[in-house]
């Protein structure tokens, strides 16, 4: 698929590989490529977060909604996201990818390389492993498919939202994009 053809169309599906929360099934698939360090990514994180609780209290089926995410890393822009990104990875590797994925957003301002270990312990990782998957670059490869696939379903810029596979272009409130999911659904 050429992107200028198709610069809406979500390029890689959302699969088994990607780091996900809900059913890959669900009616509703939000992909969200985003980095840690972007200010505006911590915004939309807020927002997901938002939707999420209003979809777990206002429907009464779970599972409605897929959430998604991927790194989408520019390290002219911001440096330590990269590094960030390792850190969700070398996370997601040990079982804890949302726990670190909230706390590298929650701290966005504080990604040195002590802060990274610093969450890690907080949550619980093996930190010798931990140490040993940033220090020799263990998911470097896997960062860079996900940012791959960004660039070939047409994003540019982080943060960058699909909804059932469309780009999302629109207003980043809260209503807005719950109607957005809603409209999406039918």
Excluded at 30 to 38: D, H, I, P, Q
Excluded at 163 to 181: D, V
Aim: charged content about 15%; aromatic content about 10%; some cysteine.
């Amino acid at each position: 698929m050429n992107q200028e053809n198709h610069p809406k169309q979500l390029f890689a599906p959302p699969s088994q590989r990607d780091h996900y929360q809900g059913m890959l099934n669900a009616p509703v698939m939000l992909v969200e490529y985003g980095n840690y360090s972007c200010p505006q990514c911590k915004k939309v994180h807020q927002l997901i977060q938002a939707i999420q609780q209003h979809f777990d209290v206002g429907f009464p089926k779970k599972n409605w909604i897929c959430v998604v995410f991927r790194h989408f890393v520019q390290n002219s822009t911001y440096p330590q996201a990269q590094k960030a990104a390792q850190a969700a990875a070398a996370a997601a590797a040990q079982g804890r990818f949302w726990q670190m994925h909230d706390m590298l957003f929650t701290h966005s301002q504080a990604l040195g390389d002590g802060y990274l270990v610093e969450y890690a312990d907080i949550l619980g990782l093996d930190i010798s492993q931990f140490l040993q998957d940033l220090s020799h670059r263990v998911h470097v490869d896997r960062i860079n498919q996900d940012t791959e696939s960004g660039l070939n379903s047409g994003v540019t810029s982080a943060p960058a939202l699909f909804i059932n596979g469309i780009r999302y272009r629109k207003s980043w409130s809260k209503e807005q994009l719950i109607a957005a999911i809603i409209a999406a659904s039918h």
